[in-house]
């Protein structure tokens, strides 16, 4: 995924997940949310991913990647991406990524 996307754009997420010998490895569950990283704004709320792999590309859509605030040239949202294996174990994982405003204008 590139670091920065135009607003109301679309890019791909790709997450792996290993084991703790650094095998691949399939966890049962596997979600995902968005916030906007200034203010805590949520995004998209925590949605499943589905099927589940050891390797998986999380599609974030043009409307994910909106401008919140329309006041400023660039936007860094979070994709927080949980997953859980079996009844004890999980991880946790944070993805940043820049939005521009295309339609900023900076104040005279």
């Not at 936007?75 to 944070?94: D, M, P, R, S």
């Amino acid at each position: 995924m590139a670091d920065t996307v135009n607003e109301k754009s679309s890019a791909t997420l790709k997450v792996e997940f290993f084991d703790n010998a650094g095998a691949a490895a399939v966890p049962t569950t596997i979600s995902y949310r968005i916030d906007n990283d200034a203010d805590g704004t949520e995004i998209k709320d925590d949605t499943a991913v589905s099927p589940v792999a050891s390797t998986v590309n999380i599609l974030l859509t043009a409307t994910d990647n909106r401008i919140v605030n329309s006041a400023v040239e660039r936007e860094l949202h979070k994709v927080t991406v949980t997953a859980t294996f079996g009844a004890n174990e999980q991880t946790v994982n944070e993805f940043k990524l820049t939005v521009r405003n295309l339609n900023f204008h900076p104040p005279p």
